[in-house]
């Protein structure tokens, strides 16, 4: 099949776009996708040099044009104008650039951002190596967790599940 | 793992099966909580996240200390930053966008950490061979370290946070540069790329995203980062890499039954030893069949080894570095056409 832009090279690049639901199909040739991809026409997100590459097909077919949170970018929804506490960012800013503003963005959008997220990674949590950090967390809400549990045997003069919560704790706080 | 000064840079050295792959990379992101993302970072954000990385890896009394160095991407020419990209330390994005970015660089080259690029940090690790598990432990132990002092945005649901959410999960990115002059020839690499995208894998051009192939030059990497582990991610690649080196040799064996073929190679030696100017187009197609011929045995004199020594003194801003920034492109190919009669003198 020969490019549709120059008719001259074999078309090797096959894109498809979907802008809110206009579907558009197109087979270039390396050098016309390149142009294409150089003048933005296609967003700055996608390699298109080359047909090797799968993630063009899979974001593009997924509708995911301009970025890959471009597909809620023009979409009017409850809460708009909420911004991130830490970074100031909205969604359509976010939308816009294909970047969450900051790590706090994720939590702040969780919702709004979990779609896109499944679309590129399936429906899946993180599996590997895991930060320190959130392992120093997670002892410390364990432990505040088990504080009030203390409370509560105490309150309830339940003192045999009291001494053992607080040898559990003095453990974990060691 | 951690080399002193004047000791060979890693790509000086032979890796395993050099007659495929001509390096191994592996890259981890991370971010630190409480900063936006470099693309809306203010200067001085950058600096602050600069220095907090920079302390924490070479700071105080670490034993890193004398291993890397600190430089400020501010300070870098544009024919320096191009010369960068050329040996993969920063990606040609960090190099269209310098300002307020900063590298450290482990003497030997490494292993370098690009600051302030698309996400906080990118930590990089480079190697000859097919060496995805040693790569693999000595960014685990710069990212420990770094784990210590560092606050990594990370959620358990989402892994590591980072700026693009394709990268979120590990935030690894591993990839192989292999040379596939013969399964490109005969369209076995066309059939292959389509297969790598059910298995979450991609192949693309020599310097990552956005780029071409030159020279027969392909990138494997993997594509998915959440919900896979570090381990399983490097033994698939691992798995595919090694498969596509056999079909590479099977079809290598097929085609140099062909005179034809034969031929190609010792012509372009020709003219490597024989040309007086040489663009780097042309260089990359001759390079190409001339390193086939030397991996295959067919050619004698020189080793794989010493071609990619002389890969990386010959492109554009490697020559501009060594004998001058104001060189114009006559000049560059005439230079380029000397070291190649000079170096291959006894093929
Ligand atoms: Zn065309
Ligand atoms: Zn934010």
């Not at chain 1, 816009?96 to 997220?117: D, H």
Request: with cysteine; proline share 3%.
């Amino acid at each position: 099949m020969l490019c549709q832009k120059c008719k001259k090279n074999e078309a090797t690049t096959y894109i498809k776009t979907n802008v809110n639901g206009d579907v558009h199909e197109y087979h270039l040739c390396a050098d016309c996708a390149a142009e294409l991809k150089g003048s933005g026409a296609f967003g700055t997100m996608f390699d298109f040099d080359n047909i090797f590459n799968p993630m063009s097909g899979f974001d593009l077919v997924s509708g995911l044009l301009t970025s890959p949170f471009g597909g809620f970018g023009g979409m009017p929804s409850i809460g708009a104008g909420k911004r991130c506490a830490v970074c100031g960012s909205d969604f359509s800013s976010i939308a816009k650039s294909g970047k969450a503003g900051c790590p706090n963005c994720y939590a702040e959008f969780k919702s709004r951002l979990a779609p896109t997220i499944k679309k590129i990674h399936g429906n899946t949590v993180h599996c590997g190596k895991h930060s320190k950090v959130t392992v120093e967390q997670s002892n410390e809400n364990e432990i505040a967790a088990l504080k009030k549990q203390l409370d509560e045997a105490v309150k309830t003069e339940n003192y045999e599940l009291a001494a053992e919560l607080r040898d559990k704790i003095k453990a974990m706080e060691k | 793992m951690f080399g002193k000064n004047n000791e060979k840079k890693w790509y000086q050295t032979e890796g395993s099966n050099s007659d495929t792959v001509i390096s191994t990379r592996l890259r981890f992101a991370r971010n630190l909580n409480g900063y936006p993302f470099p693309h809306i970072m203010s200067g001085e954000q950058k600096k602050e996240v600069n220095e907090k990385v920079r302390d924490a890896l070479i700071g105080g009394n670490s034993s890193l200390r004398d291993s890397f160095k600190y430089i400020d991407a501010d300070e870098l020419t544009p024919v320096q930053l191009l010369s960068m990209v050329e040996r993969h330390l920063i990606s040609p994005e960090f190099a269209r966008n310098p300002r307020g970015g900063a590298l450290l660089l482990m003497n030997d080259e490494s292993v370098s950490i690009m600051l302030n690029e698309e996400d906080h940090l990118r930590i990089q690790v480079m190697g000859s061979g097919l060496e995805l598990d040693n790569l693999y432990d000595t960014a685990d132990k710069i990212d420990t370290l770094l784990d210590e002092t560092l606050q990594f945005a990370f959620d358990e649901e989402l892994g590591y946070l980072t700026a693009c959410p394709t990268n979120l999960g590990t935030g690894m990115r591993a990839s192989v540069m292999l040379h596939l002059p013969a399964i490109e020839a005969d369209g076995t690499l066309r059939t292959l790329a389509a297969g790598l995208v059910k298995i979450g894998a991609t192949i693309r051009g020599s310097y990552g995203e956005g780029s071409k192939s030159s020279g027969s030059m392909y990138q494997v990497s993997n594509q998915v980062t959440l919900g896979i582990s570090e381990k399983d991610t490097i033994s698939n690649l691992n798995e595919i890499t090694n498969q596509i080196i056999a079909l590479e040799k099977k079809s290598r064996a097929r085609l140099l039954e062909n005179d034809e073929y034969q031929d190609k190679i010792w012509r372009a030696i020709g003219i490597m030893k024989n040309a007086r100017t040489m663009d780097s187009a042309e260089f990359a197609d001759l390079y190409s069949m001339l390193r086939m011929g030397v991996a295959e045995g067919i050619v004698s004199g020189v080793t794989t080894d010493k071609l990619s020594d002389i890969y990386a003194c010959v492109q554009p801003a490697g020559l501009m570095e060594k004998f001058g920034d104001n060189m114009t492109p006559q000049q560059r190919d005439k230079k380029r056409a000397d070291i190649l009669r000079k170096e291959l003198a006894n093929v």
